[in-house]
């Protein structure tokens, strides 16, 4: 599995950006896909997750009600749209995949998922 994240770059405070994932390998029909950062200084933390199907979601709290996670089976691709970007959101983003289906709501650490893309910067300034 590769996973092939992009979207990031440097923004203002209140702006938006959308980051991509391009997923390879597999038939990803049973995958929960996710997405994290990392911050300097700080460990890698969870922003959002989705079931393939698209049909459950789940967000930390700080994003909820400004990032949306989706995905498009044709692209093989997940999204997270990042609305009202706030300074504190800067950091390296990594989207994530986890073979086998597990409730959302679980699979919020690290530890769930199999596979990891590279990251990709998110700089918002004040």
């Known amino acids: 599995v590769q996973l092939q994240a992009s979207g990031g770059g440097l923004v203002q405070a209140g702006d938006s950006l959308r980051l991509s994932c391009v997923a390879s390998?597999?038939?990803?029909?049973?995958?929960?896909m996710g997405w994290f950062r990392q911050a300097p200084g700080k460990e890698r933390e969870f922003v959002a997750n989705?079931?393939?199907?698209?049909?459950?979601?789940y967000y930390t709290d700080s994003v909820k009600g400004r990032f949306t996670i989706s995905t498009d089976s044709a692209k093989n691709t997940v999204y997270l749209q990042m609305n009202s970007l706030k300074p504190e959101d800067t950091a390296v983003y990594y989207c994530?995949?986890?073979?086998?289906?597990?409730?959302?709501?679980?699979?919020?650490?690290?530890?769930?998922?199999?596979?990891w893309g590279q990251g990709t910067l998110v700089t918002v300034s004040s």
């Open positions: 994530a995949a986890r073979s086998g289906r597990l409730d959302v709501a679980v699979a919020t650490t690290t530890r769930w998922y199999n596979y």
């Open positions: 390998g597999r038939t990803f029909s049973n995958y929960v």
């Open positions: 989705i079931g393939w199907s698209g049909r459950s979601t």
